[in-house]
């Protein structure tokens, strides 16, 4: 796969749900861009729930925006609400990641994460066993799987049937003037449910970044499906 991308540095996790079976590929720290939105609702919601209230219509009408949109300001905002990095930092401890640091001051784009803790952060979204509760599960669910057409790249190029669930990130680094360009998302394939997670980043352009991307998610998925066939038939 190393041929599809380069000089880009790249990681890619892929997790079956029913079998739990899991495929990684590069282990390192990457930044999230906008794909720390998800976890930046789940830390809401988590924050919510121990308030022991519902999200506020404001809160609500951010959260969508965020997730559906990519809303910047909305997502500032929310970063504020949860209390930056220490707020987002303490609840992926009780989400279960281990490898991602919140971004210093406001500047939650550069939020340091792995391709293993998406799918971590995904199986908290998408999964039973999870501090968060079914309804905010749904909730973020939801979210994901009605954001803005111009935004349905990524992940969802391996799918092949069902409904996609996803958030993308990209963001243009300003001292380098390159692009880092992220997937994560749900996506059934050949009759099974995946999770998957796809970071990148040292790209020329945005479009090259997503370009990139989706054919290392098609590779991917294509590999991985034919190991789980063969590893059912023998």
């Known amino acids: 796969m190393t041929a599809l991308f380069g000089d880009n540095r790249m990681s890619v996790a892929m997790l ?23 976890d930046i609702l789940a830390t809401l919601l988590l924050q919510a729930q121990d308030q022991g209230r519902r999200l506020t219509t404001e809160e609500r009408a951010q959260s969508a925006a965020m997730i559906q949109k990519s809303d910047n300001e909305s997502t500032s905002a929310l970063w504020t609400r949860i209390g930056s990095a220490p707020g987002l930092d303490a609840a992926n401890e009780r989400l279960g990641l281990s490898q991602t640091q919140g971004g210093e001051g406001t500047v939650w ?3 340091q994460t792995t391709a293993e803790d998406q799918i971590r952060l995904l199986q908290s979204v998408f999964g039973d ?8 599960r749904a909730y973020i669910q939801d979210l994901m799987r009605h ?6 790249w990524g992940v969802s190029a391996a799918a092949d049937s069902g409904t996609t669930a996803l958030k993308n990130g990209w963001l243009r680094r300003t001292q380098t003037k390159k692009w880092d360009v992220n997937s994560i998302g749900r996506i059934q394939r050949d009759g099974r449910v995946y999770l998957m997670a796809v970071l990148l980043n040292n790209c020329s352009t945005q479009e090259v970044g ?14 991985f499906s034919r190991k789980l066939r063969e590893e059912t038939t023998t």
Do not use: C, N, W
């Open 16 to 38: 079956d749900v029913e079998s739990g079976a899991m495929a990684t590929y590069g282990h390192d720290a990457f930044d999230t861009a906008s794909i720390v939105k998800v």
């Open 109 to 111: 784009g550069i939020t």
């Open 129 to 136: 066993k999870s501090p968060l509760s079914e309804a905010s």
């Open 147 to 152: 954001v803005v057409e111009s935004q349905t």
């Open 210 to 223: 997503i370009s990139i991307v989706e054919q290392a998610t098609r590779a991917s998925a294509t590999a």
